[in-house]
């Protein structure tokens, strides 16, 4: 299967930590990377090759992979936090690239 | 810095053809692919094409075989979006992302501002 899979959407307390997680087959090859999104806004590489940070991105939000299952975590969610968070990688087979669905993570 | 600026917003009838253009500045052109990623309004994001700067091959998603074209023009450092036979469900938001890679991982950093195109008769 090409797909990635994401829950459609989480909820997090103020200053709690919160894990989304994506499952995909191509997962087991390929390592996945995260991006947030905010309303009217383009997504930002949050997470790449599995749990490296981008310089600028905030030391709370980790990646992890392992099989076909990848997680990002967002350890003292802020309220800037809140946003809709995409997985992405290579597709097992061709050259080509999934998303996940999309998970919309509301701060609370 | 790194930049990728978008052309503008475009409004189109249905059964005609868009060009969007991503022009790349602050680093080497010819060093990273262009990916093309696209967001009907509500909804998820769409992987839809990637583009060698070099030679110019290209890998387009499945469902758009047939009516997606990427091109580039390395004397202006610009890449183009052009689909053909627009339909109402192409209406999103288009994005450029550069293509980073690295072993088995690949990411796309940064992304364009988006270029909004509506289908309407």
Redesign the interface.
């Known amino acids: 299967s090409s797909e990635l899979t994401q829950d459609p959407a989480v909820s997090v307390a103020l200053g709690q930590t919160v894990r989304i997680t994506c499952q995909g087959d191509s997962l087991r090859t390929y390592s996945p990377s995260w991006y947030q999104q905010k309303p009217g806004q383009a997504p930002v590489l949050v997470i790449h090759a599995k749990d490296n940070r981008p310089s600028g991105i905030a030391d709370r939000f980790s990646g992890a992979s392992s099989g076909d299952t990848a997680s990002l975590t967002i350890t003292g969610a802020q309220a800037e936090d809140e946003a809709d968070y995409y997985c992405n990688s290579r597709a097992s087979s061709g050259f080509y690239w999934v998303f996940g669905g999309g998970t919309h993570v509301t701060v609370l | 810095q790194v930049q990728l600026v978008q052309s503008g917003a475009e409004v189109k009838q249905p059964g005609a053809s868009v060009k969007v253009s991503c022009k790349a500045s602050g680093y080497t052109f010819s060093k990273h692919w262009m990916?093309w990623?696209r967001q009907a309004p509500g909804q998820?994001?769409?992987?839809m094409g990637?583009i060698n700067p070099d030679a110019g091959t290209t890998?387009?998603?499945?469902k758009l075989q047939g009516r997606l074209t990427l091109t580039r023009d390395t004397s202006a450092s610009t890449f183009s979006m052009e689909l053909n036979n627009l339909q109402s469900e192409d209406t999103a938001v288009y994005?450029c992302?550069r293509d980073?890679s690295?072993?088995?991982?690949?990411?796309?950093?940064?992304?364009?501002?988006?270029t909004l195109v509506t289908v309407s008769s």
């Open positions: 990916h990623v998820g994001l769409e992987w990637i890998s387009y998603a499945q994005y992302a980073h690295l072993g088995s991982a690949w990411w796309f950093d940064p992304w364009g501002q988006g």
